[in-house]
């Protein structure tokens, strides 16, 4: 996981785009926008986090580095 790739979908991408994208890679196609990262995987996850992210800043009205600071957490709990 890249935190700039993942700041660069929030910030060039509608969430429509990165649903598309998200169901592209998840059917093995190629995604109709460009997504870094070094394989498939690492992009599907760049796009769930933008997509959560992007949900999060809307629902609760905040900041990306503030849905980003939260989705990290979210990541790491669910590691431990």
Known sequence: MKIPAIKE????????ALKNAEEALLNEERPQITIKGDD???????????????????????????????YTEMVRGSIN
């Open 9 to 16: 979908l929030v910030e060039t991408q509608s969430l429509e």
């Open 40 to 70: 498939e995987g690492e992009q599907l996850t760049h796009a769930i986090a933008a997509i959560w992210i992007i949900e999060k800043m809307q629902a609760e009205q905040i900041e990306f580095k503030d849905a980003l600071r939260k």
